[in-house]
């Protein structure tokens, strides 16, 4: 069974800094492209940042400069450093799993998801 388990989010003051983590389990994680998309209130689900089993990565540019991404492919295990929080950046955070392997910003082309986890920002 595959499981993708994410880290408690929290409630954040502006420019403030968080970091997610997610874990998975019942798939051989180095085939897997991760990323991290988010959802605000109110609005569409939209990537945040992917990372590739080789430590390439891809940031979405409203978090550009301020969110990077890594991964721990020993510990199966990808990461999201929030920093500069900003009230705009409050959402229900996901990460997800793709066999495919290339870039995507499409929810319906990952094969695996978490189940969330809130991320609010206070002003």
């Known amino acids: 069974q595959v499981q993708l388990v994410e880290s408690e989010g929290g409630l954040v003051q502006t420019g403030g800094s968080l970091r997610l983590s997610c874990t998975v389990s019942g798939l051989t994680f180095n085939n897997y492209v991760m990323a991290w998309f988010r959802r605000p209130p109110g609005k569409d689900q939209e990537l945040v940042v992917i990372a590739w089993t080789a430590g390439q990565t891809h940031v979405a540019d409203s978090v550009k400069g301020r969110f990077t991404v890594s991964r721990d492919n020993a510990k199966n295990t990808v990461y999201l450093q929030m920093n500069n929080l900003k009230p705009e950046d409050t959402a229900v955070y996901y990460c997800?799993?793709?066999?495919?392997?290339?870039?995507?910003?499409?929810?319906?082309?990952?094969?695996?998801w978490g189940q969330g986890t809130q991320v609010t920002v206070s002003s």
């Open positions: 997800a799993a793709d066999l495919r392997g290339g870039w995507s910003n499409a929810g319906s082309d990952y094969d695996y």
